[in-house]
C-alpha cells in the first residue's frame, strides 16, 4: 500500500515535528506522527535531533524486540481487595513535568499481535490504565514493503490514528544540516556534494538485485572508517562492504586526490604567499577544502580560514592554472562562507567575521555588485 503523502526531507520532517511539539506544549493540538522512509535515511536521528533541541528524555522502543506485554506490563494480584492490578512497564514515560519523547521505532515490522496494543499508545495516548502524561510527544517510525524491507502493510485502523510524514533523503538537506554540523569526513562530504545520485541508492540496488545500497546512515560510516583506518587498501575494502563496490570505487578516485591535494593544517599555517600554491586545482578538492575549514574553525584559526574562504574567489588571478578559470569561484567561496559563519555563530566567535579585511572586503565586493 503506497504512503500518499507529501515526501519530504529530514530537516523538513524535524521541522514539522518541532512545529508539532509547539502546538502539543501550547494545547492547541495532541496527536501522533509516522516516519516512513527507505532503511538509513534518517528517521530515527530526526528523532534524536528533536529530543536535543526541545531537551526531551528520549524513549527509544524497538516494537520488533518487544512482546504486547512488554508495553501493557505485568498482573500481579491483590488479594485485599481481590482484583489484578497491573504494574507499568518502565519503557513508559510517567513524568508529568519533563518533556518526553515516546518513540515508537520500527512500527511496521512489528508483530501483528503487538499492534493492537500500540493503537491506544497512539491514539488514546494510553495502554491499559497507564495514561501517558501531556508533557510526551510520540512518533512511529518504520519501513514500507517497497523499500525491502521486512514490514507489514500498515491496516487502515493503525494509519488512521496518525499523521504521515513521507522522509526521503535530499543531499543539500543531509549536507546542511547533518553532514556538516557533526564534522563528517571532508572527503564523504565533498563527494556527495559533486554525486549527490549516490546519497540514497535502495531503489537502483535492489532493481538490480543487489544487497548493499548507499544510504545517508552508510556515508556516516564510510567517514568513521576515513576517520579510523589509515590503511587506504584495508579502507577500501571496509568501504565497498558499506555502500557497495560501485560507489566505493567512484569514492576512492575522490578520496585518493583529495587526499593528495588538500592540505589544510598546512594552508592555515602558511602564509599568504605560499598558501596560494596549495589550493586544490579541482571542485573535489576544493570543496574538501572549505568543508575540512569549516570543520577546524575555532577562535584561534578563524582569521587565517577567513582569509584562505576569501582567496578562493581570486585564485584564477592568483593562480596560472586553466582549471580554475572553468570553475563557479564566486559560488563556492559564498558557500563557503554560508558554512564558516554559520560555524562561527555556532561558537560564539561571529564577531570575527567582522573584523577581518578580508571577510569585510569580500562582503563589500557582494554588495557592490547587489548580491546582498
Not at 560510516?221 to 563496490?245: E, F, K
Not at 577562535?299 to 574562504?309: G, L, S, T, V
Not at 562562507?337 to 562582503?363: C, N, S, V
Amino acid at each position: 500500500m503506497a504512503v500518499n503523502t507529501m515526501k519530504v526531507s529530514a530537516g523538513d520532517a524535524y521541522e514539522v515535528l518541532k512545529a508539532g511539539w509547539e502546538a502539543q506544549r501550547s494545547g492547541a493540538m495532541q496527536v501522533s506522527y509516522m516516519l516512513h522512509g527507505r532503511p538509513g535515511v534518517g528517521k530515527t536521528q530526526v528523532v534524536a535531533q528533536l529530543a536535543d533541541a526541545i531537551g526531551a528524555r528520549l524513549f527509544d522502543l524497538r516494537l520488533t524486540t518487544i512482546e504486547p506485554q512488554d508495553l501493557r506490563g505485568l498482573p500481579y494480584y491483590d488479594h485485599d481487595a481481590q482484583k489484578t492490578i497491573w504494574y507499568r512497564p518502565e519503557d513508559l514515560p510517567d513524568d508529568i513535568d519533563a518533556p518526553s519523547i515516546l518513540f515508537l521505532d520500527e512500527l511496521t515490522a512489528a508483530s501483528p499481535y503487538l499492534q493492537p496494543t500500540v493503537y491506544g499508545l497512539l491514539q488514546e495516548r494510553r495502554v491499559g490504565r497507564h495514561r501517558l502524561p501531556d508533557s510526551v510527544f510520540v512518533v512511529a517510525a518504520g519501513n514500507t514493503v517497497e523499500d525491502g524491507a521486512i514490514a507489514y502493510e500498515m491496516n487502515t485502523a493503525l494509519s488512521d490514528r496518525l499523521i504521515h510524514l513521507h522522509v526521503q533523503a535530499v543531499a543539500s538537506d543531509w549536507l546542511d544540516n547533518y553532514a556538516v554540523p557533526r564534522g563528517l569526513h571532508p572527503a564523504v562530504i565533498a563527494f556527495i556534494k559533486t554525486r549527490a545520485d549516490l546519497l540514497e541508492t535502495t531503489e537502483r540496488a535492489l532493481d538490480q538485485g543487489h544487497m548493499i545500497a548507499s544510504t545517508p546512515r552508510s556515508w556516516e560510516r564510510v567517514s568513521q572508517i576515513m576517520q579510523a583506518v589509515p590503511d587506504r587498501r584495508v579502507r577500501n575494502v571496509l568501504i565497498a562492504g558499506t555502500v557497495g563496490d560501485a560507489a566505493a570505487a567512484d569514492f576512492a578516485l575522490i578520496a585518493d586526490d583529495i587526499a593528495a591535494t588538500v592540505q589544510v593544517t598546512e594552508m592555515l599555517e602558511a602564509d599568504r604567499k605560499d598558501r596560494i600554491a596549495l589550493y586544490p586545482a579541482t571542485m573535489h578538492g576544493l570543496n574538501a577544502l572549505i568543508y575540512g575549514l569549516i570543520g577546524i574553525l575555532d577562535r584561534r584559526n578563524a582569521e587565517d580560514a577567513i582569509d584562505i574562504m576569501a582567496d578562493i574567489r581570486q585564485l584564477s588571478r592568483l593562480r596560472e592554472d586553466p582549471e580554475f578559470k572553468r570553475m563557479p569561484l564566486g559560488e563556492l567561496c559564498t558557500y563557503g562562507f554560508e558554512g564558516l559563519i554559520r560555524r562561527g555563530l555556532e561558537l560564539g566567535i561571529g564577531e570575527a567575521f567582522l573584523a577581518t579585511p578580508a571577510y569585510r572586503a569580500y562582503a563589500d565586493e557582494r554588495k557592490a555588485a547587489g548580491l546582498d
